[in-house]
């Protein structure tokens, strides 16, 4: 099929520009097998879209499952495809993958990009979020958690997922401080039905501080 041309736009100060639709993998390992996610993926990305988001627990709510089963597809796609360059990955890391596996600390964030990296065959994420707000650890620890991941050139830019705006306004407020790395989007639940969460407070401290 031949590529079409998509508008691309800026993901906040990312420096990463995006289609204005991207491919959810939350299906994968769960609705959708490897032989439907690699044609979901290649119809996709043949039309000119360009971001594929998932996350490390993604899909380990089916039985038999572990998590990690979306990331796995879409590493075995990437390598089959190779289709690497022509698309952004972006995944999550936070929620409870097993026990003991859950949470923003560095020791665990640190951990679950290398797992993260493993399955999905890559060298580098291009979009890593906080898939949920951990009031059991300090903001800062997390973002020097992704400060280290940057500089050592394993993350290209991160995002928030499900934050609330007060916690994500001083998540902006510690980078600014203490010249860490900061939220480049936020990834809240919305849609035409689910609207008043965001628009009532999230959108206005991303338009503030011109977010994804």
């Known amino acids: 099929m031949q590529e079409k041309t998509v508008e691309l736009r800026k993901l906040g100060n ?25 044609e979901l993926l290649d119809r996709f990305v043949d039309v000119g879209f360009n971001m594929i988001d998932t996350a490390d627990v993604y899909s380990n709510w089916v039985a038999g499952n572990h998590g990690g089963e979306s990331e ?12 690497r360059n022509r698309v952004l990955i972006a995944t999550k890391a936070g929620l409870p993958m097993a026990e003991g596996k859950k949470g923003l600390s560095k020791k665990y964030i640190l951990r679950s990009a290398e ?7 890559i060298d580098r994420i291009d979009l890593y979020q906080s898939h949920l707000e951990d009031p059991e650890t300090p903001q800062e620890e997390t973002l020097a958690a992704y400060d280290e991941l940057i500089k050592a050139g394993k993350v290209r830019a991160i995002g928030a997922s499900n934050f609330k705006p007060a916690t994500l306004r001083k998540a902006l407020e510690i980078s600014r401080e203490k010249r860490l790395p900061r939220y480049e989007s936020l ?10 969460e965001f628009e009532s407070g999230a959108e ?3 338009v503030e501080n011109h977010l994804g």
């Open 14 to 38: 990312s420096g990463l520009e995006i289609a204005p639709l991207v491919f959810g993998g939350n299906v994968f390992g769960w609705t959708v097998d490897e032989a439907g996610a690699s």
């Open 187 to 196: 990834q809240p639940h919305y849609n035409l039905y689910f609207r008043e």
């Open 115 to 121: 797992e993260s990296l493993a399955r999905l065959g």
């Open 72 to 83: 796995t597809l879409i590493g075995k796609w990437l390598k089959k495809s190779g289709k």
């Open 204 to 206: 206005a401290v991303c």
